[in-house]
């Protein structure tokens, strides 16, 4: 079992930045996925950026390529998703996800929600115009 805590959520202007912070505990291990997701009302969840603990994967939405980026600090078992240049269409809860089996070289490159197995309870971010 793995539990997420998101944190980090708010509003801020378009233009500006934030930082999401993804907390794991429980069964965590290098190869695990952790990936970032985002849904706004009516809408299905969308892919934004996955890692792996060792580092060695990332993947990006191509909405956010250039102007978002995971990271992680695996002593406190957190992940990151530092966002920059935010604007009003990144509104949205951004949910972070852990897979429970070890990073592989697949065909969605873990942009799936069905990639993952765990899910935090998410954080709204709203940026205004």
């Known amino acids: 079992q793995v539990q997420l805590v998101e944190s980090g959520g708010g509003v801020v202007q378009a233009g500006g930045s934030l930082r999401l912070s993804c907390a794991a505990s429980?069964?965590?291990?290098?190869?695990?996925?952790m990936g970032w997701f985002r849904q706004t009302p009516g809408k299905e969840r969308e892919f934004v950026a996955a890692?792996?603990?060792?580092?060695?994967?990332?993947n990006y939405g191509d909405s956010v390529k250039g102007r978002f980026t995971s990271y992680r600090d695996n002593g406190k078992t957190t992940v990151y998703l530092q966002m920059n240049s935010l604007k009003p269409e990144d509104t949205a809860v951004y949910y972070c996800?852990?897979?429970?089996?070890?990073?592989?070289?697949?065909?969605?490159?873990?942009?799936?929600?069905?990639?993952?197995?765990?899910w935090g309870q998410g954080t709204q971010v709203t940026v205004s115009s």
């Open positions: 429980g069964r965590t291990f290098s190869g695990q996925v």
């Open positions: 890692i792996t603990w060792s580092g060695s994967f990332t």
């Open positions: 996800a852990a897979s429970s089996r070890t990073y592989y070289s697949g065909r969605f490159g873990y942009t799936r929600d069905d990639e993952y197995d765990y």
